[in-house]
């Protein structure tokens, strides 16, 4: 059964940081990426990385947030630094199986699976 199950998010002053962690279950995802959703806002792309470990990052996060992932224990992680009040957000996990086919990294609509969310509060 495929499950992804986030941890990790929590309140944090500005400048501050957050570890985010995301279990995978029921099968090794070629692509696994964090994506955010603010209130009011579509989801969106902050960072993926694929099986050979190459990333792509969202503008607004280079810098400052890292994805990584350990492929023995199938979890994924985003360490975020420099947190600021715009990264509040709703975080999701997702992950999708190797197709073959280009696909848009940062693109929501190219996961097949997801996490249920964890959330991220950046006060000023």
């Known amino acids: 059964q495929v499950q992804l199950v986030e941890s990790g998010g929590g309140s944090v002053q500005s400048g501050g940081s957050l570890r985010l962690s995301c279990a995978a279950s029921?099968?090794?995802?070629?692509?696994m990426g964090w994506f955010r959703q603010a209130p009011g806002k579509e989801r969106e792309g902050v960072a993926v990385i694929e099986s050979g470990g190459v990333t792509t990052y969202a503008d607004s996060v280079k810098g400052r947030f890292t994805i990584s992932r350990d492929n023995t224990k199938n979890t994924l992680y985003l360490q975020m630094n420099s947190l600021k009040p715009e990264d509040t957000a709703m975080y999701y996990c997702a992950a999708r199986k190797y197709t073959g086919r280009y696909y848009y990294r940062l693109g929501s609509y190219e996961y097949n699976y997801w996490g249920q969310g964890t959330q991220v509060t950046v006060s000023s």
């Open positions: 029921g099968y090794t995802y070629s692509t």
